[in-house]
């Protein structure tokens, strides 16, 4: 066994957490059927990759409003609560720890996905990427503003998602505030141009984010919900903040002194930040100056930088994506330090078992290599 702090233990929101590697929310559009609830080809991938410290779920919309994406598995009616509750049985008997991640895409949608309506955002401008549809990758729709009553909308979506995904089982929930979605469409003022309370000042964009923790929080606890960020984002057309580095030193400093998060998540600047000297070069030696709770960090690690970033106190944990995608027993190979697969991007988004459920594990890979 490997003394690294790495695959030690860790007190996460009341759960034991057996190793410090995560399984990052990854999205698969694997959920071929009218409810967008997860079926029994996601039971069995999930279960094949709980050996991880913590398996953080695809992005789950909490609302028809929410989704950007074909086939992806949603957290806001019955028959995906049913689907998620068939995963996390199987999930709990294998020894695993499994967190549901809350979705709204926002703006980063198609008006396919909403009766030819416009999909909504902070303001009318479009995210300028593309999203997954019936018809393969199609460019987003222009958006159009959430009124007040809208917004309170939505805050009850994502408590109304939370407390079904703890009946569904999961262990806590993660709020998706990264990656150029819904809430960074509110934080960030390349987006926000709104005049009302929820736009302006840092203090106000950063309002959307905070009401949906307090609701989410006040329906499940404070012990279940954790927060990914990601200060450095470029993706998704966000263009990023004028003030990015005052605008999360401002929320992760009010997380720090006026919350107790299971954990808070920073997403590093994946494909660099050339040309944008507001950003933090270095996400997680940033910002983790502001906060003193249990930090997990992403982007870009491997094996090696991973155990220095836990050994040296920097994060706690550290969570992966692709490498947990193509080695559903990514902490023993860690361990021992074995060879990884490769994981096959174009089974990436949709399709069935494969580049899904047939990655070989360890053992399966040294039989093949014997024979």
């Known amino acids: 066994m490997s003394d690294h702090k790495l695959f030690s233990s860790i007190e996460v929101g009341g759960k034991t957490l057996k190793n410090r590697l995560v399984m990052a929310p990854m999205t698969r559009n694997r959920a071929h059927n009218e409810s967008s609830a997860p079926t029994e080809l996601h039971k069995e991938y999930y279960s094949q990759r709980a050996s991880a410290g913590l398996i953080i779920s695809e992005g789950s919309q909490i609302s028809e409003q929410g989704v950007g994406y074909i086939d992806t598995a949603g957290i806001h009616n019955k028959e995906q609560i049913e689907g998620w509750r068939n995963v996390l049985d199987s999930v709990h008997e294998n020894d695993g720890v499994m967190e549901c991640q809350l979705w709204h895409v926002g703006r980063v949608s198609h008006t396919s996905f909403h009766n030819g309506e416009a999909p909504v955002s902070s303001s009318a401008k479009n995210a300028d990427t593309q999203v997954f549809t019936t018809n393969g990758f199609e460019p987003t729709s222009d958006p159009r503003p959430l009124s007040e009553d809208e917004i309170r909308s939505v805050v009850n979506d994502f408590r109304q998602g939370a407390r079904n995904a703890i009946d569904a089982g999961f262990d806590g929930v993660q709020?998706?505030?990264?990656?150029?979605?819904l809430i960074e469409q509110f934080l960030h003022d390349s987006i926000n141009d709104r005049t009302d309370k929820y736009g302006g000042s840092i203090e106000n964009r950063a309002g959307f984010l905070f009401e949906i923790l307090d609701a989410v929080i006040d329906e499940v606890g404070e012990d279940k919900v954790s927060l990914r960020l990601s200060p450095s984002n470029l993706r998704m057309g966000t263009g990023n903040d004028s003030q990015s580095k005052e605008i999360y030193k401002y929320v992760i400093t009010k997380l720090n002194d006026e919350y107790t998060l299971t954990y808070l998540e920073l997403v590093e600047a994946l494909g660099g930040i050339g040309g944008h000297?507001?950003?933090?070069?270095?996400?997680?030696?940033?910002?983790s100056q502001f906060y003193s709770g249990v930090l997990m960090t992403n982007g870009n690690y491997d094996r090696a930088s991973a155990i220095k970033v836990v050994e040296d106190g920097k994060a706690d944990m550290v969570s992966f994506a692709r490498e947990f995608l193509a080695n559903p027993d990514l902490?023993?190979?860690?361990?021992?330090?074995?060879?990884?697969?490769?994981?096959?991007?174009?089974?990436?988004?949709?399709?069935?078992?494969?580049?899904?459920?047939?990655y070989p594990f360890l053992e399966d890979s040294m039989q093949t290599a014997a024979e």
């Open 277 to 287: 000297d507001h950003l933090a070069e270095n996400v997680l030696e940033y910002y």
């Open 331 to 358: 902490p023993k190979r860690f361990e021992i330090d074995a060879p990884l697969n490769d994981p096959n991007q174009d089974t990436f988004y949709g399709g069935d078992a494969e580049g899904y459920t047939d």
């Open 175 to 181: 709020i998706h505030g990264a990656n150029g979605y």
